[in-house]
């Protein structure tokens, strides 16, 4: 079956401009994350949304990031006066539900902020 | 200090060594240990998972996990050169239901090739 989809693949931006990204999961997982990779930072964890409870937003670097999961489904990650700082791998992963073992990873969004 | 500690490399080993390694993590929460396998402009895949302290093997891969010394190891036997990718070692802490939190603290990945 289809894998958890991002879109853009790549996304060229001057710096304070406003971008989103958007994450498909696979179909009937209930829980989605977002994750940015940076050059020698390994993965960051940003927000967790599972089913209809709140989202934990608690890795978010700043107001100026924020995500939503519409329907249940697509979720989209919004980057407000984006600074060169931002440019990275967004990383949207899902699972069958909260508290299973294994995350699916989509292919990632890889940012530049100029 | 972060959370999670892996050296970065990069590891160069010849075909048919073994390989191996590791992670650090100063959190005492964390019950839940993954190594997750990621190949250039890709997303990171699963390779092993284990609960608490143990080992757990499957094929050529061999995780180990000790949480006395905070500390769990990744083992590669006879290793190929399509091993050749970044290895993430992840974790989480453990909900009051028994279950895994979803929220995974990675360690920064090893750079790993395997040359023929």
């Known amino acids: 079956g289809a894998g958890v989809s991002q879109s853009p693949s790549n996304k060229v931006t001057e710096k304070g401009k406003d971008v989103e990204l958007r994450c498909d999961p696979i179909s009937g997982h209930t829980a989605l994350y977002w994750y940015r990779q940076s050059l020698g930072q390994g993965l960051e964890f940003l927000i967790y949304?599972?089913?209809?409870?709140?989202?934990?937003k608690s890795g978010l670097p700043s107001d100026r990031f924020s995500a939503e999961r519409t329907g249940g489904s697509v979720s989209t990650l919004t980057i407000q006066r984006t600074q060169q700082e931002d440019s990275a791998v967004y990383l949207c992963?899902?699972?069958?539900?909260?508290?299973?073992?294994?995350?699916?990873f989509g292919p990632g969004t890889r940012l530049t902020v100029l | 200090q972060k959370e999670v500690e892996q050296d970065p490399g990069p590891l160069s080993v010849p075909e048919g060594a073994i390989v191996s390694l590791n992670c650090t993590y100063s959190n005492s929460a964390f019950q839940y240990f993954m190594w997750y396998r990621q190949y250039s402009r890709k997303g990171p895949e699963l390779l092993m998972y284990t609960y608490s302290s143990g080992n757990k093997e499957d094929g050529r891969f061999t995780a180990q996990v000790d949480k006395s010394s905070k500390y769990i190891s990744l083992f590669i036997r006879d290793s190929q050169p399509s091993d050749s990718a970044t290895y993430l070692c992840a974790m989480s802490a453990e909900t009051a239901g028994g279950t895994s939190y979803g929220k995974l603290t990675f360690g920064q990945g090893t750079i790993l090739t395997v040359h023929p």
């Open positions: 949304f599972q089913g209809n409870s709140a989202p934990d």
């Open positions: 992963a899902s699972s069958p539900r909260s508290g299973y073992n294994e995350q699916f």
